[in-house]
């Protein structure tokens, strides 16, 4: 009789979706090391909103501290993953109480002490599991009128 172990894992090989659940789970674990381990620093790629074009590590770093400091409590909700074996498409809800500075490319907003719940689509391409290329894209006038900020202010 032959003996097995049974090992289980959210995270299939290769599965991109599941790829995607977990960089959502540990973003909300707020486990910061776990989530750059999703990344293949050398090689990712960042764009998001207001003409942001990042690489490398510079790029992983800021999409964290940009919302991690100013929305502290914030939460990412998955509305829906739609993925192949390149990447996929995470349509998501960003939830969270703007008590930090907020920074981007035209400049920074100060706490507000609002709460914002902003729709959101995130783009990832994967290679050898890792994630190579992010592309954020979300409506930032939304957003704005969320913080009480005007349009045009920033």
């Not at 990344?39 to 964290?64: H, S, T, V």
């Not at 100060?110 to 979300?138: C, M, N, P, V």
Request: aromatic share 10%.
């Amino acid at each position: 009789m032959e003996e097995y172990q049974l090992v289980f894992s959210s995270v299939r090989d290769g599965d991109t979706r599941s790829l995607i659940e977990r960089n959502i789970e540990l973003w909300n674990a707020r486990d910061r090391d776990g989530w750059l381990a999703g990344m293949d620093l050398p090689r990712l790629e960042l764009q998001a909103p207001g003409g942001l074009r990042l690489a490398g590590r510079e790029a992983a770093d800021a999409i964290w501290s940009t919302w991690n400091e100013a929305f502290p409590d914030n939460r990412l909700e998955i509305i829906a993953i739609h993925a192949d074996d390149r990447g996929g498409v995470h349509e998501g809800r960003f939830a969270g109480t703007h008590t930090g500075p907020l920074r981007g490319p035209a400049g920074e907003v100060a706490a507000t002490g609002r709460t914002a719940d902003a729709l959101f689509s995130g783009i990832y391409e994967f290679e050898e599991g890792k994630i190579t290329s992010f592309h954020l894209y979300f409506d930032q006038a939304e957003l704005f009128t969320q913080l009480g900020i005007a349009a045009g202010s920033m």
